[in-house]
């Protein structure tokens, strides 16, 4: 037997075939219940079954009514052997209407229309080459009905035509039948695998959109939020915030979708969101769809800034590193030629100009040391410092080499514990840091405050580093680029320290931060924490 479409994996027959099958025997049940009322119901001169076949019609639609009631209740949920049960009960049909016919008169009974619907209803729900079985066997049935029939009251030529014709209309309608449910579950998978293939494309599109790095929101013409992802929530500032209003999420977009909508540019100016502090910039994007819906996409200005900084600053790094390999040679030369010259002592004017040369020679050393130090960011081995056993040593080293009284710096520590550092980076971080600071201060006892204090952040612990200094502070307009790179405010800095610190900083998962100022500069590094871990 043929007739793939429409099963299941494993050759088993989908839930539409026991579905389609089941409400076959309904129908046969409910057409069996019409018969048997049919049959006990009538007198027998209004009966349309000729009274000496009054026994044959009630018994066979009883058992009929029987039969088909045990197919309908309680073996309605026994999913075997499809073709088997639709095979029996299709066979059972055939007999109960021939012998209905028999029963009538012959063909001009009219039972023969019933099993015309019966027919097609195996069509519509069987497989293959049996429906054309089940045609053949109603056709020998009526003719043998009619046979029996004519020995009985004797030869009719108008009886055997019409049972020829109904003959014909079994084969025409089981096909028919057949080819009508051959396309009905073909198109029913196509669906099904469309239908399969539209919800992967669903979540793959949404969690595609969830895991987005800017923020997308789907706004009607009427600017009422439709759909929007986590990561707009974030940039918005807002939490678990149910669809509704722009204005609800954000005034400055809804701002900028409303300037869009009246005619403005498709990209309008950034503006800054207050909930989260973020500079944002919205794109609309009106969709094919049939309200016309708009995408509308936030970008992250100061992450676009950022990545813009960085391809910018790797290509400078590594043009400044190899200058600064070529520097380093002749940049000694003279340094060794000026200290030779100062031994000569030719007279003021001369050690003036030559200790000018020898500066200038420190500092230009000082910027080749820092430039080559930012390209230890990328070799990191991070370990547990104790801050409590680390400072100590640090300061001490910090306060020979700088010539400095140790009562200018001051520490502070309220919580002892380990931060997960590399050590040398820690050390270059911290020097960076004590020297901008002690620059900026007033040189006097308590200047500089070093304070190491525990914090959290998203539920994880964490170790803050505070360095304060008494001096004027960080101006507002200065705050912006003050961690950028050749930026100083001192005629005698490089413009590298603090840059290369928290470029360090991040390469160790921490954070170095400008905070308010008390009423000198407030950093804070904050670190990942661990325990009352040893060094």
Known sequence: MSGGIGLAAGGEFSETHWNS??????????????????????????????????????????????????????????????????????????????????????????????????????????????????????????????????????FEHPAFMQAGLLSIGFFATAISARLLAKRVLANEELAKQRGIALANQTLVSQRVIEEMQDGVLLVSQEARVLQHNPRAERMLGLRAVADGPLATYSTELAESFAAWQSGGAAEPEPFQIAASGLTLRARFVVTESSDRAVLVFLEDMGRVQERAQQLKLAALGRLTANIAHEI????????????????????????????????????????VRDVLELGRRDRVHRESVDMAVF???????????????????????????????????????????????????????????????QGRRANAAILEIHVIDDGEGVADDLREHIFEPFFTTHSRGTGLGLYIARELCEANRARLELLGNLPGAHFCIKGEMIGDSQS
């Open 328 to 367: 380093r040679n002749p940049l000694s030369a003279i340094s060794h030629a000026g200290e030779l010259l100062l031994e000569e002592r030719r007279g003021e004017t001369q050690e003036r100009l030559v200790r000018i040369v020898r500066d200038n020679t420190l500092r230009l050393d000082r910027i």
């Open 21 to 154: 099958f089941r409400y076959l025997n309904l129908y046969r049940f409910v057409l069996a219940g019409l018969l048997f009322v049919a049959s006990v119901g009538v007198a027998p001169e209004n009966s349309f079954f000729l009274a000496e076949f009054s026994r044959l019609h009630i018994s066979v639609s009883a058992l009929y009514l029987l039969l088909t009631g045990i197919a309908v209740m309680p073996l309605h949920r026994y999913r075997h052997h499809f073709n088997l049960q639709l095979s029996a009960y299709t066979l059972l049909d055939i007999g109960v209407f021939t012998a209905l016919m028999y029963a009538g008169g012959g063909s001009r009974s009219g039972f023969g229309a019933l099993l015309l619907v019966s027919l097609a209803g195996a069509g519509l729900v069987g497989q293959g080459r049996l429906v054309l079985f089940y045609a053949a066997v109603a056709t020998i049935a009526i003719l043998v009905t009619e046979v029996f029939w004519a020995l009985r009251s004797g």
């Open 391 to 453: 400072l100590p040593v640090f300061l001490e080293e910090f306060c020979v080499k700088e010539k400095l009284d140790g009562s200018i710096v001051r520490t502070e520590i309220t919580d002892a514990g380990g931060i997960l550092f590399d050590r040398s980076h820690l050390h270059q971080v911290l020097w960076n840091m004590l020297g901008n600071a002690l620059r900026h201060s007033r040189r006097e006892a308590g200047s500089v405050i070093l304070r190491v204090s």
